[in-house]
């Protein structure tokens, strides 16, 4: 979808505030909401692409000014309440408890069949390669452009590159389409290419960006011939 | 408001929920997911610990010290980075597949995902803020030489520019190249000149004294 989190390129906000030293988790709760995904990934609540399609459609103002884990909590919230894990008017209320009783905790539970299966997902991870019997369009070296068209879901066709043209680097082989995906219409295999912009094609007289390329990895049916 | 709060305010001000609502907002959902035998506590202590305590920027640390001084390892680490992170035990969620990408006097990278905050965790651990607010992903595509400037690397305009935004499942880090009076260093020294920002391609390796 054409949103607020699609920020490449985009002016206004200001310089990069990186302090040189920040805690992995910037409060405690941050750990729990870190957890959730996999565990609601695996309650069957959504996929990588379902749980980036809920954060687009954050409110574009709260979507900037708002936590990163917030952003994740309100996917969460979003897919867990149409999966049926979440009742909206409970979760209010036990948030008002909460906010009340800020030195209470959450239940405590043990569950120790999923520490067992994030003790094997950690270092192994989910692969979104698919084996699929389809021949490629294109190949390394081919000049391709960017399909300009608008989107009302989920895609990883950034607004940056659209409508320019671009070469060929890497052919990945098929993979997991996001747009197919995070609409619930399966894993749908798609060639994955990675592709080369000159930056000058894409802003350009931009001293920032002088003598630099840009490779953004795009699938088959975001492209076209030039 | 605590300071790591301010810091970590992607819009220093403007941020409409305060850290109590939403800890309160987490518990309440934890304490729904705990009954309905969807997530425990231990399962909470055992992943954030990994990230905290296990997987983070050191790892990728060692990765580039090796490939310094082991040059067989260095090429299967630019032929195939996620096989030659595996031989030294680093893989794994949001990192399945990975590429390497080395400087060169000639060349330097740089990673970003403009469209949400993809980084190589397995390698890295989790992202900093500032890589996942909105000001990086805007930049990194636009303004990369500015963007490395805030972050105390002036790079030549001969030297060219090669920005990696990571739009699918493929994880990227940076290769730094190896700094001058480090001969006879031991992996493990050298590790300790790696930082995160280099990894990542905004900032540059640290310089041995002297």
């Known amino acids: ?226 | 408001m605590t300071s790591t709060q301010q810091k970590i305010q992607p819009v220093e001000g403007l941020a409409k929920h305060s850290d109590e609502e939403l800890a309160a907002r987490a518990k309440a959902m934890e304490s729904i997911l705990v009954e309905k035998g969807i997530i425990g506590t231990d399962a909470i202590d055992y992943m954030s610990s990994v990230y905290e305590n296990e997987v983070g920027p050191q790892l990728g640390a060692q990765v580039v010290a090796k490939a310094w001084t082991d040059p067989e390892f260095k090429a299967r680490l630019l032929a195939d980075a996620t096989e030659a992170c595996k031989e030294l035990g680093f893989s794994g969620m949001q990192g399945e597949e990975m590429t390497a990408l080395e400087n060169t006097p000639d060349v330097h990278h740089l990673v970003v995902c403009t469209l949400c905050s993809c980084y190589p965790w397995p390698v890295l651990g989790l992202p900093p803020n500032w890589y996942k607010y909105p000001a990086y992903r805007a930049r990194a595509v636009r303004d990369p030489r500015g963007v490395m400037k805030e972050f105390g690397l002036d790079l030549p305009e001969s030297v060219e520019v090669r920005v990696w935004d990571s739009s699918a499942e493929l994880r990227y880090f940076v290769l730094p190249m190896r700094p001058e009076g480090t001969e006879g260093w031991t992996e493990e020294q050298l590790a300790g000149l790696v930082t995160r920002d280099s990894m990542i391609g905004v900032g540059d390796v640290r310089h041995p004294e002297g």
């Open chain 1, 1 to 226: 979808m054409d949103g607020i989190h699609d920020l490449g390129g985009k002016q206004g906000h200001g310089p990069v505030v990186h302090p040189d030293d920040e805690p992995v988790f910037g409060s405690a709760w941050e750990r729990s909401v870190l957890t959730m995904f996999p565990a609601m990934a695996l309650a069957g609540a959504f996929n990588i692409d379902q749980f980036r399609h809920g954060m687009e459609q954050i409110p574009a103002a709260e979507y900037l000014t708002s936590r990163y884990y917030e952003h994740w909590m309100h996917s969460m919230i979003h897919h867990g309440t149409h999966a049926g894990i979440f009742d909206p008017e409970e979760l209010e209320r036990r948030t008002q408890h909460y906010l009340a009783h800020p030195e209470e905790g959450a239940p405590k539970a043990s569950k120790p069949e999923l520490v067992e299966t994030l003790k094997q997902l950690i270092p192994t991870g989910m692969d979104a390669r698919r084996e699929a019997d389809i021949a490629p369009a294109f190949r390394v070296g081919d000049r391709v452009r960017v399909r300009p068209d608008a989107s009302t879901t989920h895609t990883r066709r950034a607004g940056y590159v659209r409508g320019h043209v671009g070469e060929i680097t890497h052919a990945h082989g098929t993979y997991v389409y996001p747009d197919s995906s995070a609409s619930g219409l399966g894993d749908d295999p798609q060639h994955l290419y990675t592709v080369k912009f000159d930056a000058a094609d894409l802003w350009g007289d931009e001293p920032g960006a002088a003598n630099t390329v840009l490779h953004i990895d795009l699938w088959e049916p975001y492209l076209t011939t030039p």
